[in-house]
């Protein structure tokens, strides 16, 4: 067990729907990052977090955003939903931006 | 930005056999990690080694950050070490760890 949790494990939903993940860092953690893994991408960065503030994003659609909460817990909303959405996506944190990351077990979306 | 890439793309070993997983790196980085992702999807820590070296039971790995390469050894495989292992690097520029395209590794009983 990483400590990372995140919510849900399984996800279903139509196209043009929108879905919200949930992340909860390993305690004492400030980054959370989340990735997106599907077959013909591999494992994408998406976006950055540290102490509640945007640090870095990657290959972010517009459709998709996230925040960090005080509590350090973060969200990834997904709207719009399409097919090519279909993918498992990790959370991850650190206690700082270079350190050892860790990733929660994921959310598996599946858009039909 | 950063390239990872990792050789081979796939592995098949008999049960108790070794052998070595290449990554290389096209900067500098501040973080280097090997992941194991495991049937059921779970990326499991391996290593956090932006250099040297380090051991974990059958597992050890290298990092030479000069030449830009790392090595994962695994020693008397066994069915249990089955699945894709990925190495990422995170450069000063992204502060995000960039994932190679992973080795598929199956070992056979």
């Known amino acids: 067990d990483s400590g990372v949790t995140q919510t849900p494990k399984h996800l279903i939903t139509a196209t043009g729907q929108r879905v919200t993940l949930r992340c909860s860092p390993r305690s004492g953690d400030l980054s959370v990052y989340w990735y997106q893994q599907s077959l013909d991408q591999g494992l994408q960065f998406l976006i950055q977090?540290?102490?509640?503030?945007?640090?870095a994003k990657g290959n972010i659609l517009e459709r998709f955003s996230a925040q960090q909460f005080p509590d350090l817990h973060s969200e990834l909303n997904l709207s719009s939903l399409e097919l090519g959405d279909s993918a498992l996506y990790f959370c991850a944190s650190s206690v700082a931006p270079f350190a050892e990351a860790f990733f929660g077990q994921g959310t598996r979306l599946t858009v039909v | 930005g950063i390239q990872v890439e990792q050789s081979p793309p796939d592995l098949i070993l008999q049960e108790g056999a070794n052998s070595t997983l290449r990554c290389n790196f096209s900067d500098s980085v501040n973080n280097l990690q090997w992941f194991h992702q495991n049937p059921w999807g779970q990326l499991i820590n391996l290593f956090y080694?932006?250099?040297g070296t380090k051991q974990n039971g059958r597992l050890s790995a290298t990092t030479v950050a000069t030449e830009r390469y790392s090595l994962l050894y695994i020693s008397s495989s066994q069915t249990t070490d089955s699945g894709v292992y990925f190495c990422a690097a995170m450069d000063t520029g992204r502060r995000a760890l960039t994932f190679g395209s992973g080795t598929r590794l199956q070992v056979q009983p």
């Open positions: 977090y540290y102490n509640g503030e945007e640090r």
């Open positions: 080694i932006p250099s």
